[in-house]
């Protein structure tokens, strides 16, 4: 029962963002006619909290809770083809053995949207290098925020610096000579913070241990994480 009230809680807090201001009439050149740049759209505005902004799996929710099921699209465990995906988008969970954490989408979007974001998932299966530049466009698209920005951190930051930012993460026994940041202590200003997360430490003169995220999480994703490391720091 915890672990369920703690995701629906997390689905409260990480509200799934509403659809872009374009349509299918704006996206597709046609109302009622599904395309994939409006299928790219709706993935991210619907999927990507699990499935992650570029469908491998690494969303927020996956990385926040723990024993969070696989969302990897490029390893599909049920939904193999366009019938069986477009089934799993419509009912969800609701068909074994499709996991209960995938919700089903048949009654809140409309019937182009769910065309145009199974014809995507399909698309990216077949050209994932194309398919991921469409999701970042879209995701340049999606605003930041603290919330956004913790659950990342949690996901992702958090095994070094640990939980609170005091650098007392799991790895932390490892990582010596410098160990990982206090992000407690941490004044750098906007700009410097951007860098740091975007290029990684070596590209900064600081510690080869931190990673370079910019290939990994969009412009609005760092922004989020940005925002949330300054609510760590101490007064």
């Not at 790219?40 to 505005?45: E, L, M, Y």
């Not at 699990?50 to 099921?69: A, F």
């Not at 609170?164 to 206090?182: E, H, Q, S, V, W």
Request: aromatic share 6%; charged share 20%; glycine share 10%.
């Amino acid at each position: 029962m915890i672990v369920i009230l703690s995701r629906l809680l997390l689905c409260g807090v990480l509200l799934l963002p509403g659809l872009s201001s374009a349509g299918s009439a704006e996206e597709c050149g046609q109302e009622a006619t599904p395309c994939l740049s409006y299928g790219a759209q709706v993935f991210q505005a619907r999927c990507a909290l699990c499935h992650g902004s570029d469908g491998l799996g690494e969303g927020i929710l996956p990385l926040s809770l723990p024993n969070y099921p696989s969302t990897n699209l490029l390893e599909p465990k049920n939904a193999k083809d366009r019938d069986s995906i477009y089934a799993v988008v419509v009912k969800g969970g609701s068909i074994k053995p499709v996991s209960p954490e995938m919700p089903p989408w048949g009654d809140e979007l409309t019937l182009t949207q769910i065309d145009s974001v199974v014809d995507f998932v399909v698309y990216m299966r077949k050209d994932l290098e194309s398919a991921l530049k469409m999701l970042k466009k879209e995701s340049a698209n999606l605003p930041p925020s603290i919330k956004v920005g913790r659950a990342i951190f949690i996901g992702r930051c958090a095994l070094c610096h640990g939980q609170t930012g005091l650098g007392d993460g799991k790895m932390a026994r490892i990582i010596k000579d410098p160990p990982p940041f206090n992000l407690t202590l941490s004044r750098a200003p906007d700009s410097y913070l951007r860098d740091m997360i975007t290029k990684g430490g070596e590209n900064m003169g600081r510690s080869p241990r931190m990673p370079p995220w910019g290939g990994d999480l969009s412009a609005p994703e760092i922004e989020s994480v940005m925002m949330y490391v300054k609510t760590l720091r101490s007064e």
